[in-house]
């Protein structure tokens, strides 16, 4: 069974900047996506970045420009810079692998255990 950890959340003001990472205990480029997802209190989780084996990325608009989304293969870690943080991105910040079969009923995902990110404003 696949393990993802993330660290590197934490406190921080309006405008400063954190980077979190995921580590896997088993080769990432298994992973088909890789992605981070964010869940604030009393709300639902959404994405925030995602990125393919291929090197393909893909962000939500409201972090457009202000985050960036990694992978680095030879260490199985998958990272996420985020900048010009806003009070609006706390949140537990959920690491995301993704392996896809030949048919979606198979699809498989593998969730970290989150680490929270509050901006204070």
């Known amino acids: 069974q696949v393990q993802l950890v993330e660290s590197g959340g934490g406190l921080v003001q309006a405008g400063g900047s954190l980077r979190l990472s995921c580590t896997a205990s088993?080769?990432?480029?298994?992973?088909?996506?890789m992605g981070w997802y964010r869940q604030a209190p009393g709300r639902q989780r959404e994405l925030v970045a995602t990125?393919?084996?291929?090197?393909?990325?893909n962000y939500a608009d409201s972090v457009k420009g202000r985050f960036l989304i990694s992978r680095d293969n030879a260490k199985n870690t998958m990272n996420l810079e985020m900048n010009s943080l806003e009070p609006e991105d706390t949140a537990v910040y959920y690491c995301?692998?993704?392996?896809?079969?030949?048919?979606?009923?198979?699809?498989?995902?593998?969730w970290g255990q989150g680490t929270q990110v509050t901006v204070s404003s």
């Open positions: 990125i393919t084996d291929g090197g393909y990325t």
């Open positions: 995301n692998g993704r392996t896809v079969a030949l048919s979606p009923k198979y699809d498989r995902d593998y």
């Open positions: 088993r080769r990432i480029s298994n992973f088909n996506t």
